[in-house]
Nanobody
Framework: QVQLVESGGALVQPGGSLRLSCTTS????????MSWYRQAPGKGREFVAR????????TYADSVKGRFTISRDNAKNTVYLQMTNLKPEDTAVYYC????????WGQGTQVTVSS
């Protein structure tokens, strides 16, 4: 079956950096558009970043533009989210999403930005 497994979440100080990973199995990874979303406590799930199937096109939420970078390694069936200059408002559970004709979600990884 299809599995998306996020990792890399942690507690980090403001201004710090983290790299999240989402490793997939059970799907033809190179055919899927991959995205990261996040959900802060008490809020709805919001879009963070998206990358096309071949990695040639990316898009970002305004709130993370210039600080976060999405990338993918189709040979490793993995998508990454490099996060820099983290702010307390980036605190959330971060979810990986894969879309082709069906949408799949991972279980999420917690990122906490606090001093």
């Amino acid at each position: 079956q299809v599995q998306l497994v996020e990792s890399g979440g942690a507690l980090v100080q403001p201004g710090g950096s983290l790299r999240l990973s989402c490793t997939t199995s059970g799907l033809v990874f190179s055919s899927y558009v991959m995205s990261w979303y996040r959900q802060a406590p008490g809020k709805g799930r919001e879009f963070v970043a998206r990358i096309s199937s071949d990695g040639g096109f990316t898009t970002y939420a305004d709130s993370v533009k210039g600080r976060f970078t999405i990338s993918r390694d189709n040979a490793k069936n993995t998508v990454y989210l490099q996060m820099t200059n983290l702010k307390p408002e980036d605190t959330a559970v971060y979810y990986c999403n894969a879309v082709l004709y069906t949408s799949y979600w991972g279980q999420g990884t917690q990122v906490t930005v606090s001093s």
